[in-house]
T-cell receptor, first 115, second 115 residues
Framework: AQTVTQSQPEMSVQEAETVTLSCTYD???????LFWYKQPPSRQMILVIR??????QNATENRFSVNFQKAAKSFSLKISDSQLGDTAMYFC????????????FGKGTRLSVIA | EAQVTQNPRYLITVTGKKLTVTCSQN?????MSWYRQDPGLGLRQIYY???????DKGDVPEGYKVSRKEKRNFPLILESPSPNQTSLYFC??????????????FGPGTRLTVT
């Protein structure tokens, strides 16, 4: 079974600084999908970014980017120019193809952005 | 507005009293799923449905039932709730019309307390 590990239960960063959240996973599959979800205090789950394993290029969405290292089974999230609104729980998640097999989540990293 | 709705948002009940948490989506999605979120454990899948009348167990199905009689609805049923089912529950949906990765849209969550 696939597992997802987030080794940093809590992190903090100063406003406008850059922070990187770590995620590793375990799978024997060659093709799969990876996601980062954000859960602010409102508890809503919001998709931040996704990566398809067959794509070598790292995904980017505005201030959010990933460092996808397939051989190392690592999928870290970098948040640039951190804003107070980035304060949230962040979950890394894994999905096998095709399409809609279950999402396997890590335990989460609580990020606090400090003014 | 495209959305996943859950009701109720908050529920306090007693051990053994049957309850149903409703989930409805207006995006004509084939795939629907239930997760529970517990501190330090992340989100774990309870049940999922690939389409009408097609349901399957996730990682933690014990004590839960689901049904998928209509495409838009996917209720979660606790026949005899116990305190260990106190948790935050999320419903999610996504398209399932081929090869993914399709974003899963999450409902706002239901906070259940069983005393």
């Amino acid at each position: 079974a696939q597992t997802v590990t987030q080794s940093q239960p809590e992190m903090s960063v100063q406003e406008a600084e850059t922070v990187t959240l770590s995620c590793t996973y375990d799978t024997s599959e060659n093709n799969y999908y990876l996601f980062w979800y954000k859960q602010p205090p409102s508890r809503q789950m919001i998709l931040v970014i996704r990566q398809e394993a067959y794509k070598q290029q790292n995904a980017t969405e505005n201030r959010f980017s990933v460092n996808f290292q397939k051989a190392a089974k690592s999928f870290s999230l970098k948040i640039s120019d951190s804003q107070l609104g980035d304060t949230a729980m962040y979950f890394c998640a894994f999905m096998n193809p095709p399409g809609n097999t279950p999402l396997v989540f890590g335990k989460g990293t609580r990020l606090s952005v400090i003014a | 507005e495209a959305q996943v709705t859950q009701n109720p948002r908050y529920l306090i009940t007693v051990t053994g009293k049957k309850l149903t948490v409703t989930c409805s989506q207006n995006m004509n999605h084939e795939y629907m799923s239930w997760y529970r979120q517990d501190p330090g454990l992340g989100l774990r899948q309870i049940y999922y449905s690939m389409n009408v009348e097609v349901t399957d167990k996730g990682d933690v199905p014990e004590g839960y039932k689901v049904s998928r009689k209509e495409k838009r609805n996917f209720p979660l049923i606790l026949e005899s709730p116990s305190p260990n089912q106190t948790s935050l529950y999320f419903c999610a949906s996504s398209p399932n019309r081929g090869y993914g990765p399709y974003e899963q849209y999450f409902g706002p969550g239901t906070r259940l307390t069983v005393t």
